[in-house]
């Protein structure tokens, strides 16, 4: 079987497949993530997702067969408090997850009521519209703690060698008070950091990544770090890819 990427992505303004004005704001946003799923190796035989979405005191991992749903937005219209995204859960690789994360000193609870959140089935409703893809979220540490994240990251990166495509879930820029043009240059300026760091080697990728907060306008894209902490499950499951 070949080994997966991970992934740490953008899943842009609440349920925006669903509402066609939003829908056209994040066209380039759907064209990558279409793209993102023909360029992998092979179809997943499951996907992991890290969502900014769900945290809890200590990691939590969704078990339930059919997973239900999380609207946890606000503002929309009616009928986007009605979609369902269907895909089935897989208590089986909850318990291999749990298994991997135990075996790295990380506790660990399964959860059999966490629904999926729109951090989740967004992205998932481009890339597997059918929702025939088992899907499993992985909640994050509400302590925000990079090198935390990390640990439960590299303690997942062998299901990568067994068809399970992991992924983040976030935004590279997430202030909420200041989604206006007055975000440009702080976004444009992380992102940039953002990606050099990422082209780096490993040893010096992780040290940058940990120390984020010195990166240009990083508390400015962040003043509360739930939409970047996925990156470091998503990096810490690759750690030594180049």
Same mark, same amino acid.
Request: proline share 10%; charged share 20%.
């Given at each position: 079987?070949? @080994?997966?990427?991970?992934?740490?992505?953008?899943?842009?303004?609440?349920?925006?497949?669903?509402?066609?004005?939003?829908?056209?704001?994040?066209?380039?946003?759907?064209?990558?993530? %279409?793209?993102?799923?023909?360029?992998?190796?092979?179809?997943? @035989?499951? %996907?992991?997702?890290?969502?900014?979405?769900?945290? +809890?005191?200590?990691? *939590?991992?969704?078990?339930?067969?059919?997973?239900?749903?999380?609207?946890?937005?606000?503002?929309?219209?009616?009928?986007?408090?009605?979609? *369902?995204?269907? +895909?089935?859960?897989?208590?089986?690789?909850?318990? *291999?997850?749990?298994?991997?994360?135990?075996?790295?000193?990380?506790?660990?609870?399964?959860?059999?009521?966490?629904?999926?959140?729109?951090?989740?089935?967004?992205?998932?409703?481009?890339?597997?519209?059918?929702?025939?893809?088992?899907?499993?979220?992985?909640?994050?540490?509400? &302590?925000?703690?990079?090198?935390?994240?990390?640990?439960?990251?590299?303690?997942?990166?062998?299901?990568?060698?067994?068809?399970?495509?992991?992924?983040? &879930?976030?935004?590279?820029?997430?202030?909420?008070?200041?989604?206006?043009?007055?975000? @440009?240059?702080? &976004? +444009?300026?992380?992102?940039?950091?953002?990606?050099?760091?990422?082209?780096?080697?490993?040893?010096? *990728?992780? !040290?940058?990544?940990?120390?984020?907060?010195?990166?240009?306008?990083?508390?400015?894209?962040?003043?509360?770090?739930?939409?970047?902490?996925?990156?470091?499950?998503?990096?810490?499951?690759?750690?030594? !890819?180049?």
């Amino acid at each position: 079987m070949t @080994k997966m990427p991970t992934f740490y992505i953008s899943h842009g303004g609440g349920p925006w497949p669903w509402v066609p004005q939003l829908r056209a704001i994040f066209k380039n946003l759907e064209v990558s993530f %279409v793209q993102m799923e023909e360029d992998l190796p092979e179809r997943p @035989k499951a %996907v992991v997702m890290i969502s900014g979405h769900w945290e +809890a005191d200590q990691v *939590r991992v969704m078990s339930s067969d059919a997973p239900t749903m999380e609207y946890d937005y606000s503002g929309f219209p009616p009928e986007t408090y009605q979609i *369902r995204y269907g +895909a089935p859960g897989d208590p089986a690789l909850a318990e *291999r997850i749990i298994g991997l994360l135990a075996g790295a000193g990380i506790s660990t609870t399964p959860d059999p009521t966490q629904g999926y959140d729109h951090g989740t089935f967004v992205p998932m409703q481009i890339m597997y519209p059918d929702a025939d893809v088992p899907l499993i979220q992985v909640s994050m540490l509400s &302590s925000y703690d990079p090198a935390k994240h990390f640990e439960i990251g590299r303690a997942l990166a062998p299901l990568r060698d067994e068809g399970v495509l992991i992924i983040g &879930s976030g935004l590279s820029y997430h202030n909420m008070s200041k989604m206006n043009p007055a975000a @440009k240059v702080p &976004s +444009a300026g992380f992102d940039a950091w953002l990606g050099e760091t990422l082209a780096k080697a490993p040893e010096a *990728r992780t !040290a940058d990544l940990l120390n984020w907060e010195s990166a240009p306008y990083a508390r400015e894209c962040h003043v509360k770090e739930d939409h970047w902490v996925p990156i470091y499950v998503a990096v810490g499951a690759a750690e030594q !890819a180049t």
